[in-house]
Each structure stands twice: as C-alpha cells, then as structure tokens.
C-alpha cells in the first residue's frame, strides 16, 4: 500500500497568512493521481484539487497544489477565517486508494 | 445538483452487522464509481470498498475483506454497503463518495460525498 505522510500534524496561523501542507509518499504517484480534501467537523469531506493542480468546481484560486512523484503540496496563498479546517492528501491512482493523516490548520 | 443521501446513524451490539444505503440524485446513475470511506473517533480517513457503475465488479480494502460487502439498486440509484461481524473498533462515521470523472474509470478523486452516517458499535 502506498503510504502518504503528512507535515506537519497542526499549523498554528492567522487570517491572510500563507499555508503550506506537504504530503510525502512511499513510492510514487501514479499519473500523479494526487488529491486534496478540506474536512470540517460534523461535514462531509470536500474535494479541493485532484490530479496535483487541478482545482475542483467552485473552489477559490487561493487554493493551489504543486508537486510530482513522491512530493505534493497544497497552498492556500492567504487564509480566510472559514480556511481553518483539516486537510487530507489522497492518492487514487492504485488500490487501495490511501489517505494521509491529516494536516490541521488553526487559528 | 448533484447529492448523495445516507441512512441514519445505527447502534449495533458486537458481532452484529450494519447496513448503510446511499442514495444518488442530480446525476446519471450508471456512470459513476462509488466508493466508501469510514473516519473512527479522532482518526483520518479510511478507504473501504469501491462498486463500479453496474454493480457488476466491486474491489475492497484488504483490511474489511471478508466482512464487507458493495451493492447497487439501479432501478432506485442507490448503494449499499454491509460490515458484518462488528466490533467495537466498528464504531465510525461513513461516507460513501462518488468518482467525479467516469471517462478515468475507477481511478478519480471523490466528489461529492455524501453526510456521513454513524454507526455505533456498543454492548
């Protein structure tokens, strides 16, 4: 199975501040098959990019991913107070699909 | 739009099953993948199964193999997913979450995913 890690656990930041998020996997990304999910509590996960950079329908352009091979991430270029949630990386392009850990932004 | 709607949440005893539906709406049925994604208590995400848009072929993680099974109502566009031989380590929300691109097959992000649905493993 293909293992994603992600750094770090928490990001302490502010409103209009930059993010980062890594993700690391164990061996390579198919096609890049690479995806990022925002997850709120009590909400369905929603899908922020796939395919590394491809942003997903209605998602705002401060969102970006980056990456190849074994190295992705995503860049929210400043935060907004509805921003702070967890993000998920995801890798779909082998089974069993896998998620990493999560990476959550507070304030 | 496009919506996905779950059952509601279960309390199961240990070693009984649960069986979670959900229903599509907003989209042509048969020609999307659907996966199932569970998250236990302070966990991240988990990936569980996949059915593809007939129903005909399903592949499931190696970890609920033999405990989990995939099913699709075409006639009312809905998915099913049974857990049998629930424990404890059972109690957890489910998603079920659509594939967003049928021309990539099985192989596509997830989008939308439906509410979630608790089920609770306790005696």
């Known amino acids: 199975d293909i293992v994603l890690t992600q750094s770090p656990g928490t990001l302490s930041l502010s409103p209009g501040e930059r993010a980062t998020l890594s993700c690391r996997a164990s061996?390579?990304?198919?096609?890049?098959?690479l995806a990022w999910y925002q997850h709120k509590p009590g909400q369905a996960p929603r899908l922020l990019i796939y395919a590394t950079s491809s942003r997903a329908t209605g998602i705002p352009d401060r969102f970006s991913g980056s990456g190849s091979g074994t190295d992705f991430t995503l860049t929210i270029s400043r935060l907004e107070p509805e921003d702070f949630a967890v993000y998920y990386c995801q890798q779909y392009g082998a089974s069993p699909r896998t998620f990493g850990q999560g990476t959550k932004v507070e304030i | 739009q496009v919506q996905l709607v779950q059952s509601g949440a279960e309390v199961k005893k240990p070693g009984a099953s649960v069986k979670v539906s959900c229903k599509a709406s907003?989209?042509?049925?048969?020609?999307?993948?659907m996966h199932w994604v569970r998250q236990a208590p302070g966990q991240g995400l988990e990936w569980m199964a996949i059915i593809n848009p007939s129903g005909s072929s399903t592949s499931y993680s190696s970890k609920f193999q033999g405990r989990v099974t995939v099913t699709t109502d075409t006639s009312t566009s809905t998915v099913y997913m049974d857990l049998d031989s629930l424990t404890s380590d059972d109690t957890a929300v489910y998603y079920c979450?659509?594939?967003?691109?049928?021309?990539?097959?099985?192989?596509?992000?997830?989008?939308?995913w439906g509410q979630g649905t608790l089920v609770t493993v306790s005696s």
């Open positions: 061996q390579s990304v198919y096609t890049n098959y």
């Open positions: 907003g989209y042509t049925f048969s020609n999307y993948y």
């Open positions: 979450a659509r594939g967003i691109d049928p021309a990539r097959g099985s192989y596509t992000a997830f989008d939308p």
